[in-house]
């Protein structure tokens, strides 16, 4: 007869160290750099009864408007019922317009409103203070370095997506280039 409840192991005193070559440094400098970059705009969104999921729509849709959804589920990896809530609550609370493409009628191009677009920049704000603050501290020579860095974090073949000195990311509307 086998134990369905195993005896528990023993319990490790020891804290894990950087052993097969793991970089706990780094790994833990992004959690609590992540921690405190979406401190600010999480406050925020709770006034709203939002949470991230809705700030990273607000943000590529301001950054992109006239993004398709398709193009919205690609950029964010998310299912669609997921973004099916969020869509409709920034919709149904006037952030986020849907419109019909104009070539394609089934297709949905999502727009910013006025209100969305102030609440994606009171969300953008504390962000940028604290990487402005954190480029100051290191040096604003670092800048390039820091975005190297982080870009190439990012699966090659989704660099794309977040070319940082491409019209698609510069401000320009989405579809002008």
Known sequence: MTD????????????????????????????????????????????????????????????????TVAELLDVLKITKQSLARVLKQLIDTDHVVQL?????????ELYPTAKGRALALALA???????????????????????????AMVNPELRAQIDVGSAKMSGKSHGEH
């Open 4 to 67: 369905k409840n195993p005896p528990a192991g023993k319990p490790i005193r020891t804290a894990i160290t950087s052993e097969d070559g793991i970089d706990f440094a780094i790994i833990e400098l992004f959690f609590f750099a992540y921690r405190d970059f979406t401190s600010d705009p999480d406050q925020i969104l709770a006034d709203y009864g939002f949470g991230r999921a809705h700030h990273r729509v607000l943000h590529f849709v301001n950054r992109r408007p006239g993004l």
């Open 100 to 108: 019909q493409g104009p070539r394609d009628r089934r297709q949905r």
């Open 125 to 151: 704000r504390p962000q940028s203070r604290r990487i402005r603050a954190a480029l100051e501290d290191c040096g604003a020579a670092e800048r390039t370095l820091v975005e190297r860095f982080l870009e």
